[in-house]
């Protein structure tokens, strides 16, 4: 049973049936009411309530596609399923790697497994729209939270000390989609509250203008946050900011041309000696298990997106998207707390090797199911041929049942305090002056011998070596995409895998591939776009 926030996040959703619909995802939201709905309305504030309501609304909004789950998709044309921010994520940031690779045929999903996506892909206009989307909601939630909106509604003081967290909540939730947005689109619009609502064209902004929005947002909110692990579970603190600032520092050198891997160090050791964060001495596994809220895994996870089986509708997006899609072939979908499978996801032979053996590594970290599958994935459209994942379960970590089975109880932890250590370590190696090698191969073996992997030597703390264990450590959690990149092995011919540009032996592609286009349904709606290089 998890918190009540998480139940205004999900259930109360359903009740109240809020619902608005996307006009325009380069314009600033048009959030206001339609005829029968007065969501965002003036009205709709003066229910003291309706104040965390909203904020319901934009967490939420990470896990599934529309109220009531699936079902009232937020934005139109677009299903609640298919545009469950998370999923979208997973699938923007996973299949074009060499971590995943998915057997479905859907439009668009071929050309992403093989980085060949043009700006017609439905896939990447879905993830531009939910990110703009919630940057939508949050700027009108802070339209409407004003000083001089309060005063207007006559909110009590206490009331007004709650929102003004809430408000930085927002602002945080709106960067970490303006940091979605520039990483995977570079050169995007910026809009805030104090644009003007409804139909207008926002001017694009180069990705490293991007990057310098976001990055005073967050120093900014370390004024406003709640303190470091002060908060209600699934809602954000000072320190989910300062790891947002050390990720965007980390990949500075992508966003903007200029290296900021001492900045990168700095907030990492902030987080690792300062904040309510520490690292979880339970089994691997226990991370991504049905109780990872409450297990003790939950400790080192500073920002999750919360799931559970009973308050959240969303049979196809987030976390339910991910299990059952690793579900297939020989596989019993009871053995991983669900009603089935749907054949989709599995890891490419090139990410396997990375564990010394697959089928019977001491790693534990090396979650693979092989009976019936091969390693060599000749068909990619053929759910045996790739080794299955089994990763994220949705069974308790005592082994006994979750709430339900077609809905999973699974946190998907969106950042984690060994992401943390992985990143300080990685900054050192990069030349941070404030980095320790001695501290960092400590972390590293940290995380290593949680794993059961053994530990490693100063000798063997290199960059590649900490592109392998971030992809052994962090795998499907949403950055091999970014970290390929930032270590130049996503596009070209440097890293090889199955089925990268589209061949089955895999080849080199174009280095313009490091960004995706901007969708040609955006600039259809906003001309005054232009389209990325290559595209």
């Known amino acids: 049973m998890k918190i009540s926030f998480k139940y205004i996040s999900y259930f109360l959703l359903f009740i109240l049936g809020l ?13 206001k009411p339609t005829d029968d709905d007065e969501f965002l309305s003036d009205d709709f504030f003066k229910d003291p309530a309706s104040y965390k309501q909203v904020m319901a609304k934009l967490y939420a909004g990470l896990y599934v596609g529309g109220n009531d789950g699936d079902a009232s998709p937020d934005i139109f044309g677009l299903g609640g399923d298919f545009s469950s921010y998370l999923r979208l994520l997973f699938v923007t940031q996973e299949f074009p790697t060499d971590e995943a690779i998915v057997a479905w045929s859907d439009d668009g999903l071929p050309a992403i497994n093989g980085q060949k996506w043009s700006p017609s892909n439905q896939f990447l206009y879905g993830i531009f729209s939910r990110a703009f989307y919630e940057i939508s909601i949050a700027n009108e939630f802070l339209r409407q939270t004003s000083e001089e909106k309060l005063a207007e509604r006559g909110v009590d003081a206490n009331l007004k000390a709650e929102i003004v967290k809430f408000r930085a909540e927002a602002r945080f939730l709106r960067a970490f989609s303006y940091v979605n947005l ?22 694009q902004k180069s990705r490293a203008q991007v990057f310098a929005f976001v990055e005073s947002e967050l120093k900014d909110l370390d004024n406003t946050l709640a303190a470091s692990g002060a908060n209600e579970y ?3 603190d000072k320190t989910a900011a300062k ?19 001492n900045d990168a160090a700095i907030a990492c050791n902030e987080i690792i000696t300062g904040s309510a964060y520490s690292f979880a001495d339970v089994p691997y596994r226990y991370l991504f298990a049905a109780d990872n809220d409450r297990n003790g895994a939950q400790r080192e996870v500073i920002f999750p997106i919360v799931g559970d089986g009973n308050a959240i509708r969303a049979i196809g997006g987030g976390m339910s998207f991910i299990i059952h899609a690793s579900i297939g072939g020989k596989m019993v979908g009871a053995d991983q707390g669900m009603d089935g499978g749907w054949s989709g996801t599995r890891a490419r032979p090139e990410f396997v090797k990375l564990f010394p053996d697959a089928t019977a590594t001491a790693d534990q970290r090396g979650t693979f199911y092989t009976n019936g599958q091969t390693l060599d994935i000749a068909d990619y459209g053929v759910f045996s041929n790739g080794y299955a994942v089994t990763k994220f379960t949705n069974i308790n970590s005592d082994g006994s049942a979750a709430q339900r089975n077609d809905v999973p109880d699974t946190d998907f932890p969106m950042y984690r305090l060994s992401d943390v250590y992985l ?17 960092s191969l400590e972390y590293v073996n940290k995380i290593r011998l949680r794993a059961k992997a053994g530990v490693v030597t100063t000798s063997d703390l290199t960059l590649d070596f900490i592109l392998d264990e971030r992809g052994r450590e962090l795998f499907w959690e949403c950055h091999r995409r970014t970290d390929l990149i930032r270590f130049g092995k996503f596009t070209g011919g440097s890293k090889i895998w199955q089925w990268k540009g589209g061949v089955k032996n895999g080849s080199g592609t174009e280095e313009f591939r490091n960004l995706m286009p901007i969708p040609s ?5 906003n001309p005054t776009l232009k389209q990325n290089p290559g595209y």
């Open 423 to 439: 990143m300080y370590a990685e900054a050192t190696l990069r030349g941070a002056a404030s980095g320790n090698v001695a501290t």
């Open 234 to 236: 699934g809602r954000v």
């Open 521 to 525: 349904k955006t600039i259809q709606a």
């Open 19 to 31: 619902n608005m619909t996307l006009t325009s995802c380069t314009s600033d939201l048009d959030v």
């Open 182 to 203: 520039m990483d995977l689109f570079g050169n995007v619009p910026i809009t805030t509250e104090n644009d003007p609502v409804g139909f207008f064209y926002p001017e």
């Open 243 to 261: 790891f947002l600032l050390a990720q965007i520092y980390l990949n500075s050198k992508v966003y903007t041309g200029t290296e900021r891997n």
